[in-house]
């Protein structure tokens, strides 16, 4: 059984005889996964981007990198000052599409995949959103009235949880080329921590143990370097940068984390940054890798 499906048993064992350990336990293991190897994930991006437009000439592919990637931070940034609840759903609806598609595009059959991708992100954040639904509601109190949210929620929680499990057993059914033993382990597993682990520790773990770790692995083959301590050393400059970055923002501005609504704020800080990320898989994904 794989280490990261043991890892989810036990915290879910856990969380059934000590909740208040696990809570708190979220905040420490979601940094954790965020400044391991969720950060160097992201960092090879640049290499990436040379790779899937050729670009070759050292002068100007920097250039181009860097001014595409912060253009579409600048433009998304818009978005968020006009609406934030429009900022919120476009991430929510992309991260669901980026989830799903580096799950699924391996067992993905068209004309469905890009269904199948969406179908598998909502089936996880959406059991998140619902399954946590007061946890959740602290998050986005600062950018939209919560009451409807919670009222629906409470109130439709067992519906919605059957619509989340349901949709995506169909489309799993419709959509895939093949379902292994290990698929199937692996929706049951990851959807049980979605809906019962406290949000920041599901999302944490899924980002580190299946997300970033299965979008390292593709790009150890897409990129072709030599092995893994090429593909690290390569992701460094980016992942140091990001952290020192992250440890000035602590440094400067710690006793305003503190403060309700800090997690948003977060929140739309790493939307910005992995919007440019969002949109470079998704090209090399499917017109690269198939």
């Given at each position: 059984?794989?280490?990261?499906?043991?890892?989810?048993?036990?915290?879910?064992?856990?969380?059934?005889?000590?909740?208040a350990?696990v809570d708190?336990?979220?905040?420490?293991?979601?940094?954790?996964?965020?400044?391991s190897?969720?950060?160097l994930?992201?960092?090879l991006?640049?290499?990436?981007?040379?790779?899937?437009?050729n670009?070759?000439?050292?002068?100007?592919?920097?250039?181009?990198?860097l001014?595409?990637?912060?253009g579409i931070?600048?433009?998304?940034?818009?978005?968020?000052?006009?609406?934030?609840?429009l900022?919120?759903s476009?991430?929510?609806?992309?991260?669901?599409y980026?989830?799903g598609?580096l799950?699924?595009?391996?067992i993905?059959?068209?004309?469905?995949?890009?269904?199948?991708?969406?179908s598998?992100?909502?089936?996880?954040?959406?059991?998140m959103?619902?399954?946590?639904?007061?946890?959740?509601?602290?998050?986005?109190?600062?950018?939209t009235?919560?009451?409807?949210y919670?009222?629906f929620?409470?109130?439709?929680?067992?519906?919605?949880?059957?619509?989340?499990?349901?949709?995506h057993?169909?489309?799993?059914?419709?959509?895939?080329?093949?379902?292994?033993?290990s698929?199937?382990v692996d929706?049951?597993?990851t959807?049980?921590?979605?809906?019962?682990?406290?949000?920041?520790?599901?999302?944490?773990?899924?980002?580190?143990?299946?997300?970033?770790w299965?979008?390292?692995?593709?790009?150890?083959?897409?990129?072709?370097?030599p092995?893994w301590?090429s593909?690290?050393?390569?992701?460094?400059?980016?992942?140091?940068?990001?952290?020192?970055?992250?440890?000035?923002?602590?440094?400067?501005?710690r006793?305003?984390?503190?403060?309700?609504?800090?997690?948003?704020?977060v929140?739309?800080?790493?939307s910005?940054?992995?919007?440019?990320?969002?949109?470079?898989?998704?090209?090399v994904?499917?017109?690269?890798h198939?």
């Amino acid at each position: 059984m794989a280490i990261r499906i043991q890892i989810v048993g036990l915290l879910l064992f856990i969380w059934v005889l000590f909740p208040a350990l696990v809570d708190a336990l979220a905040l420490p293991l979601f940094v954790l996964s965020i400044i391991s190897i969720g950060m160097l994930h992201g960092g090879l991006d640049h290499i990436t981007a040379f790779r899937h437009f050729n670009m070759e000439d050292t002068k100007r592919k920097w250039f181009l990198f860097l001014a595409g990637y912060m253009g579409i931070i600048a433009a998304y940034g818009l978005v968020w000052l006009i609406s934030p609840l429009l900022g919120l759903s476009v991430f929510i609806l992309m991260s669901c599409y980026h989830f799903g598609q580096l799950d699924m595009h391996d067992i993905a059959r068209a004309p469905w995949n890009k269904v199948l991708y969406l179908s598998r992100g909502v089936f996880l954040l959406g059991l998140m959103i619902v399954g946590q639904y007061e946890k959740v509601a602290t998050i986005l109190q600062p950018i939209t009235d919560v009451g409807r949210y919670l009222q629906f929620a409470g109130d439709w929680y067992f519906y919605l949880i059957a619509i989340l499990v349901a949709q995506h057993i169909i489309i799993l059914l419709i959509g895939t080329t093949k379902i292994t033993f290990s698929d199937v382990v692996d929706t049951f597993v990851t959807g049980l921590m979605f809906t019962f682990l406290p949000p920041l520790l599901s999302f944490g773990l899924y980002f580190a143990l299946w997300h970033s770790w299965d979008h390292l692995k593709l790009l150890n083959s897409y990129l072709k370097l030599p092995d893994w301590k090429s593909l690290i050393l390569n992701a460094m400059p980016f992942t140091i940068m990001a952290l020192v970055g992250i440890a000035g923002i602590i440094v400067l501005f710690r006793q305003s984390l503190a403060e309700p609504g800090t997690v948003m704020y977060v929140l739309i800080g790493i939307s910005l940054l992995t919007m440019p990320h969002m949109l470079l898989v998704d090209r090399v994904v499917e017109h690269d890798h198939h």
